[in-house]
């Protein structure tokens, strides 16, 4: 066994207490949000709680890679990429919720179906989920040989990359375990939908004449950087495992400081907390929140009132950008946008010789500062908005 795979295992060691020990703060997030004082619509809530459905059924694609190809999810393209997908649609969900209550605020319509009822985004999640399905289904049912062809079978045929041989002459060798341009396109969407529901939230809290849901796209902000650091890590093609550990313990950082954002929430729509708790007694500090309700009108679904949105300029702001779209126009022009996005980050990067992996330790400061650098201007952004509307940022 080489120094590499054994830094791989114990970097997935590592890495392991933290995913499993975050999963106890995001039910708590789930919960507080979804508690009737605040309000939530029912829609947001089915996105934010299916990323239950990406937890538990990437744990056996995983299983099933390791088992029979002796590799990580992350090195089997058509496993990782159906698995991934999971939390495509997680997002996807939370947008088109969030974004279909927020028109109607601001037409001052009644509340969309979505808005009120679980149904809908629940009936949405289970489509896109059994299409999902499909995709993990067709490669498994070729299998003839458990052999190292197989493990490299590109997600979804790998139709959308370029010609291997020619990239190869013009620009460069991929390795085997690359990323396909399908995969590429699950990540991309998938933290570009982050952005875009962090927006929203920012949004919500104007509608509802309530800034603590501002708090909630600060308390995801860590989130979105595990997903930056899941990206870099397969930028690098897997070969920096300390981003492992590193985006396991920015995951179970971001489910805590969502959870506690939710609480705010709750606070300041006048929930109570229960005195005990399974037999325990809940922390008085928990009971009280410096939140002065008398200077803040709370909303519901059915306030209208709108403050002026900062203008549209960065991904979060693509839903004021694209507000006069239909959800399928919506989807596809993003789409779109993060399927460009990703040719340029697979192809880009390998023109420019970013992911060659070396040992060095120039390789591990590249991949940080990949991490690093968008993850401060985005928390700067949102700190110069919060100070003052009329910031726009830079992306």
């Known amino acids: 066994m080489g120094p590499l795979a054994l830094t791989r295992e114990i970097a997935e060691a590592v890495a392991g207490p933290f995913?499993?020990?975050?999963?106890?703060?995001?039910?708590?997030?789930?919960?507080?949000?979804?508690?009737?004082?605040?309000?939530?619509?029912?829609?947001?809530?089915?996105?934010?709680?299916?990323?239950?459905?990406?937890v538990f059924l990437t744990i056996p694609a995983a299983i099933a890679a390791e088992t029979l190809y002796g590799v990580s999810l992350a090195d089997c393209d058509w496993l990782h990429g159906s698995a991934e997908s999971l939390l495509t649609i997680t997002n996807l969900v939370t947008v088109v919720a969030f974004r279909q209550a927020l028109g109607a605020m601001e037409r001052g319509d009644d509340p969309p179906k979505s808005a009120k009822e679980y149904g809908p985004m629940v009936f949405l999640s289970l489509s896109l989920t059994a299409l999902c399905g499909v995709t993990a289904l067709l490669p498994s049912l070729g299998i003839d040989d458990v052999g190292s062809t197989f493990v490299h079978t590109p997600y979804l045929g790998g139709f959308m990359?370029?010609?291997?041989?020619?990239?190869?002459?013009?620009?460069?060798?991929?390795?085997?375990?690359?990323?396909?341009?399908?995969?590429?396109?699950?990540?991309?969407?998938?933290?570009?939908?982050?952005?875009?529901?962090?927006?929203?939230?920012?949004?919500?809290?104007?509608?509802?004449?309530?800034p603590r849901w501002k708090g909630l796209t600060w308390g995801l902000l860590p989130l979105h950087s595990s997903g930056i650091t899941a990206c870099t890590?397969?930028?690098?093609?897997?070969?920096?495992?300390?981003?492992?550990?590193?985006?396991?313990?920015?995951?179970?950082?971001?489910?805590?400081?969502?959870?506690?954002?939710?609480?705010?929430?709750?606070?300041?729509?006048?929930?109570?907390?229960?005195?005990?708790?399974?037999?325990?007694?809940?922390?008085?500090?928990?009971?009280?929140?410096?939140y002065d309700s008398e200077?803040?009108?709370?909303?519901?679904?059915?306030?209208?009132?709108?403050?002026?949105?900062?203008?549209?300029?960065?991904?979060?702001?693509?839903?004021?950008?694209?507000?006069?779209?239909?959800?399928?126009?919506?989807?596809?022009?993003?789409?779109?946008?993060?399927?460009?996005?990703?040719?340029?980050v697979k192809y880009g990067g390998l023109a420019i010789g970013l992911p060659l992996y070396s040992g060095l330790d120039?390789?591990?400061?590249?991949?940080?500062?990949?991490?690093?650098?968008?993850?401060?201007l985005n928390a700067y952004k949102w700190y110069r908005r919060s100070r003052d509307s009329s910031f726009e940022g830079w992306f």
Request: hydrophobic content about 50%.
């Open 19 to 54: 995913f499993g020990i975050s999963l106890f703060p995001y039910l708590a997030f789930l919960y507080l949000l979804n508690v009737p004082e605040n309000n939530t619509p029912k829609g947001v809530t089915v996105g934010f709680a299916f990323l239950l459905s990406f």
């Open 362 to 376: 120039g390789s591990t400061g590249t991949a940080l500062a990949v991490i690093g650098i968008p993850s401060s």
């Open 295 to 344: 200077n803040l009108a709370v909303g519901s679904l059915s306030q209208v009132d709108v403050v002026e949105s900062v203008a549209p300029v960065g991904f979060e702001d693509i839903g004021d950008v694209l507000a006069g779209d239909n959800d399928y126009s919506f989807l596809l022009k993003l789409f779109v946008g993060c399927a460009i996005g990703s040719y340029a």
């Open 233 to 290: 890590y397969h930028l690098f093609y897997n070969q920096m495992p300390v981003l492992v550990p590193l985006q396991a313990m920015l995951t179970c950082l971001g489910n805590t400081t969502a959870a506690y954002a939710a609480y705010r929430i709750a606070i300041s729509n006048g929930w109570k907390p229960p005195k005990e708790l399974w037999g325990v007694s809940v922390p008085q500090i928990l009971l009280h929140d410096n």
């Open 161 to 210: 990359d370029l010609p291997r041989d020619d990239i190869s002459s013009l620009i460069g060798q991929e390795p085997d375990n690359a990323l396909t341009v399908a995969c590429w396109i699950i990540h991309v969407s998938s933290l570009v939908e982050f952005l875009v529901a962090m927006g929203f939230a920012w949004r919500w809290a104007d509608v509802t004449d309530n």
